[in-house]
Nanobody
Framework: QVQLVESGGGLVQAVGSLRLSCAAS????????MAWYRQAPGKQRELVAT???????NYADSVKGRFTISRDNAKYTVYLQMNSLKPEDTAVYYC?????????WGQGTQVIVSS
């Protein structure tokens, strides 16, 4: 099993920045790709960004140029640096880790961007 714990969410004004962290524990050796998803009220959960164990990244079009995903393999932690935040970025952000046979999810951290 893998446990994921997110932190760093909060309330920020538009054009501000936040940095989310997700620390993995347990069978971390089984983790390959890690990702951030988000779910806004009344909407489906959507992919924000992914990063492979080798550091290859991919972003949703809506966050390209504003968000940066990174990982510290030694600390089993993935980060999401969010700049130039917009009110439409308001959502619960979830950390995801792909293991050998299943995905793992964190409990989510709330991000609220005020206009």
């Amino acid at each position: 099993q893998v446990q994921l714990v997110e932190s760093g969410g909060g309330l920020v004004q538009a054009v501000g920045s936040l940095r989310l962290s997700c620390a993995a524990s347990g069978r971390v050796g089984s983790i390959s790709t890690m990702a951030w998803y988000r779910q806004a009220p009344g909407k489906q959960r959507e992919l924000v960004a992914t990063i492979t164990s080798g550091g290859r990244t991919n972003y949703a079009d809506s966050v390209k140029g504003r968000f940066t995903i990174s990982r510290d393999n030694a600390k089993y932690t993935v980060y999401l640096q969010m700049n130039s935040l917009k009110p439409e970025d308001t959502a619960v952000y979830y950390c995801n880790a792909v293991g050998y046979a299943r995905d793992y999810w964190g409990q989510g951290t709330q991000v609220i961007v005020s206009s």
